[in-house]
C-alpha cells in the first residue's frame, strides 16, 4: 500500500495536489480552524483520489482561506496570500484536460514565483534603507533568530543589546539622536550580504519570467534551492519552505530527480529549529 502511495505521488496530478493539502494543513499553523478542510483534504486525496482532484475541492479551500484572511488577518504571514492564488491556480488548472494539467500548473507556479521576486526587488530598490543595509542590521537586532549572522558579521552580543537598547528609546518617543555603533567590517559585510540578496532575487524573478527556452531558465532550480537554504537556514518559516519546494518541483515538471529539494529544504528547517532550541 505505501509502495502504491509513493507511486501515485509521482503522478503530477496527484502528487501535486496532494502536496498542496499538505502545505495547507501546515499554513493552518497560523490559524487552527484552517486545519479542518486541509486535513479533510489531505484524507480525500488518499480514499478517493479522483475526487480529490476535481475542481471544486480547490475552489472551495481556497475560498475558506480568503475567509481565513478576512476575519483573523492578524494571524495571517505573507506566504498566505500566496498560497490562496496558488489554490485559485490549481483549481484553474484541474479543469483543464488530464494532458494539459502538468504544462499549465508549472507555468502558474513559474508566474508566481517569478513576479513575488520581482516584488520583492522592486520593493528594495524603492526603499533605500535596505541597499545601504539598515534593513538588514534592523532584523539582525530585531530578531534573535538571525543571530548566526549577526556574529558572522561581527555584531557581538553586547553590541545588538546596545543597538537594541537604542532603538527602543526611539520606539518610546525619545527624539534625541539615535546612534548604531558597529565596525567598518561589520557595516561593509552586511552592506554586501544585502547587495547580493538582492542579486540572488534578481536572478530567481528574471530566470523563472524569461521563457523556458532561454538560457535564463537553468538558473530557476538552484537559484531557488540556494535562496532556500540561505533563508531557512536563519530564520525556518516551515509554511512558505513547504510552499516554495512544492512551486520549485511543479516548475521542474515534478520529475523524479527534483523530488529532494522538500526533503532537502526540510533537513535545513529542522537544524535550524535544533539550534534555536540550545
Known amino acids: 500500500m505505501i509502495d502504491q502511495f509513493l507511486d501515485r505521488l509521482q503522478q503530477p496530478r496527484f502528487g501535486i495536489t496532494f502536496m498542496t493539502a499538505v502545505t495547507s494543513l501546515v499554513m493552518s499553523t497560523h490559524w487552527a480552524p484552517m486545519a479542518i478542510p486541509s486535513l479533510a483534504l489531505m484524507i480525500l486525496s488518499i480514499a478517493r483520489p479522483k475526487l480529490a482532484v476535481h475542481p471544486v475541492a480547490w475552489w472551495l479551500l481556497a475560498l475558506a482561506w480568503f475567509c481565513a484572511q478576512v476575519l483573523v488577518p492578524e494571524r495571517m504571514e505573507d506566504h498566505v496570500p500566496l498560497f490562496t492564488i496558488w489554490l485559485v491556480s490549481l483549481a484553474i488548472c484541474l479543469a483543464r484536460p488530464a494532458d494539459e494539467f502538468l504544462g499549465a500548473a508549472a507555468f502558474q507556479a513559474r508566474m508566481l514565483i517569478g513576479v513575488v521576486f520581482a516584488a520583492a526587488v522592486a520593493w528594495k530598490l524603492v526603499f533605500g534603507t ?119 518541483m511543479t516548475v521542474a515538471r515534478w520529475r523524479r530527480e527534483v523530488m529532494w529539494v522538500l526533503p532537502a529544504f526540510m533537513i535545513v528547517i529542522a537544524i535550524r529549529v535544533a539550534t534555536l532550541a540550545f
Open 130 to 248: 535596505y541597499l545601504d543595509g539598515v534593513t538588514l542590521w534592523t532584523f539582525m537586532i530585531a530578531d534573535e533568530r538571525f543571530q548566526p549572522l549577526a556574529a558572522a558579521v561581527g555584531l557581538s552580543g553586547d553590541a545588538i543589546e546596545a543597538d537594541r537598547s537604542q532603538i527602543s528609546r526611539l520606539l518610546s518617543g525619545d527624539q534625541s539622536a539615535v546612534s548604531l555603533e558597529a565596525s567598518t567590517w561589520t557595516v561593509t559585510a552586511i552592506v554586501m550580504i544585502s547587495v547580493l540578496t538582492l542579486l540572488l532575487e534578481t536572478a530567481i524573478s528574471a530566470s523563472h519570467l524569461a521563457p523556458s527556452s532561454s538560457r535564463l531558465a537553468r538558473l530557476r532550480l538552484p537559484s531557488l534551492v540556494l535562496f532556500g537554504v540561505v533563508t531557512y537556514g536563519l530564520v525556518p518559516v516551515l509554511p512558505f519552505a513547504l510552499l516554495l519546494a512544492l512551486f520549485a
